[in-house]
């Protein structure tokens, strides 16, 4: 069963960083890591996509946080990560990554997007 683990998350003070990170798990070999993105769910709101990446020198961020926040990847190491800097009171809530990631198990090819089960981020004024 593939696994996105998240962590990281915590309590910062506004201007503060963190660093996110999510590690895959998954029952074969990876052929490839599509593309891969952090989600936020704000208190009360629904989930957005506030960066993505399509590989190491494609990404995209949501105006909000663009300029404060890095996705990065690692595909040796099987991981994601969301630099994030200048940290505001608005940038509080439960921070997810998925991944569209190819697999090979018993010589079958295996394509799926899978989340993570999220990881909270507090940020104090």
């Known amino acids: 069963q593939v696994q996105l683990v998240e962590s990281g998350g915590g309590l910062v003070q506004a201007g503060g960083s963190l660093t996110l990170s999510c590690l895959f798990s998954v029952p074969g070999i990876i052929h490839s890591i599509e593309t891969i993105g952090w989600h936020r769910q704000a208190p009360g709101k629904q989930r957005e996509l506030i960066a993505a990446?399509?590989?190491?020198?494609?990404?995209n961020y949501a105006d909000s946080v663009k300029g404060r926040f890095t996705i990065s990847r690692d595909n040796a190491k099987k991981a994601v990560y969301l630099q994030m800097n200048g940290l505001k009171p608005e940038d509080t809530g439960v921070y997810y990554c998925?991944?569209?990631?190819?697999?090979?198990?018993?010589?079958?090819?295996?394509?799926?997007?899978?989340w993570g089960q999220g990881t909270q981020v507090t940020v104090s004024s």
């Open positions: 990446s399509a590989s190491a020198n494609i990404t």
């Open positions: 998925n991944a569209h990631i190819v697999y090979i198990r018993g010589g079958y090819y295996v394509s799926n997007e899978y």
